[in-house]
């Protein structure tokens, strides 16, 4: 009896390496994971992203082996396996010792707690897991496709010791239980600047932009912003974006194009008003020809007071100082006063 339970466990093995393999490959490649600690704490910052992108194409080989290859081929896939997962219990105590608050990288970004006993355990663990899987006559796809209550019983239970033994779980639970402030959030900056490009905002204003890189990029808060050079009517200008962090939709997106020579906003876009509304919107009659009338006589300037109010908005919606009024470049259209009648 003891024999076959030892070789259920053998068993359960495959398919659960060949899944931790890929689910580490996957995290590994994405876009996040240059930084998360591992092996980018030893090599230099030109190496960081390379070598993560060669260790998720290893990992990812070996899990497919682990799951489709038996025989010789089988047989190399685990030992290498095996082999990797002793070697990285190796890094990660080198990586504790050159940096203690670095995580182990083992699944990306998702690897952010700082390596401890549990993390180096897990590590040993799958290699002695990797080790009793020599010599098993079935591939990892043959235990799926013949599983029994024993195997489920066994990979529950490893499933549990793995729970146990990941700090990854835990940070997960207390990403999604206590979310964080956008002020503290990391974005990267290639998320943002996707969200950027596929905006009307971003599609209005680049006839008006040089190029497309950003000459700039800062934070405020919860806010990426982003500045490109520009030409607007033969003027030279700065396009200022901001986009807000963790903004999926045009919304997030807002810009002012200023002329560098005297700093007036020329135009503002996708800022939206701060103002309560009160009551719901009801349709106004019509003003007769003569209300008009009377209406431009009584206030000949109110055009351009309107474009001074707006221009003395920020692109965060905040009160900004108006320009000088002698240094209006506007359009010609919008500085001239209204006809008198």
Not at 55 to 70: H, Y
Not at 186 to 212: A, D, F, Y
Not at 227 to 250: Q, T, W
Not at 278 to 289: D, E
């Amino acid at each position: 009896m003891s024999s076959e339970i030892f070789a259920v466990v053998r068993e359960v093995q495959l398919p659960l390496l060949a899944v931790l393999l890929l689910l580490g490959a996957v995290t590994k490649m994405s876009g996040r994971a240059a930084d998360t600690g591992g092996l980018a704490v030893l090599v230099s910052e030109r190496l960081r992203r390379p070598s993560a992108v060669a260790t998720g194409l290893l990992e990812a080989a070996l899990g497919v082996g682990l799951l489709v290859s038996n025989g010789l081929p089988g047989e190399a896939a685990r030992a290498l396996t095996a082999i990797v997962f002793a070697v990285s219990v190796v890094v990660l105590f080198l990586v504790r010792r050159r940096d203690p608050e670095a995580g182990c990288g083992c699944f990306g970004g998702l690897s952010r707690a700082p390596v401890g006993r549990r993390t180096l355990t897990r590590a040993g663990l799958l290699s002695a897991a990797a080790l009793t899987t020599l010599g098993l006559e079935p591939a990892g796809w043959q235990v799926l496709a013949s599983p029994t209550p024993s195997h489920a019983w066994v990979l529950g239970a490893e499933l549990l010791i793995l729970a146990l033994l990941s700090p990854e779980l835990r940070d997960m639970v207390t990403r999604s239980t206590h979310k964080e402030p956008c002020e503290l959030r990391e974005v990267p900056l290639n998320h943002t600047m996707r969200v950027l490009q596929r905006s009307e905002v971003w599609r209005t204003n680049e006839p008006v932009m040089i190029k497309p890189e950003p000459t700039d990029v800062w934070r405020k808060g919860c806010w990426r912003l982003l500045r490109y050079d520009g030409i607007r009517h033969g003027r030279r200008v700065d396009v200022v974006y901001a986009v807000r962090i963790g903004g999926r939709r045009d919304t997030a997106v807002r810009a002012v194009v200023v002329d560098r020579a005297s700093g007036a906003v020329l135009a503002s876009y996708g800022a939206v008003s701060q103002a309560e509304l009160i009551g719901p919107p009801r349709k106004l009659p019509r003003p007769s020809v003569a209300a008009r009338l009377h209406e431009r006589r009584q206030d000949p300037d109110r055009a351009a007071q309107s474009l001074r109010a707006a221009r003395g908005l920020s692109i965060l919606g905040e009160p900004a100082e108006r320009a000088p009024r002698g240094h209006d470049h506007g359009d010609p259209d919008e500085r001239r006063p209204a006809p008198t009648g």
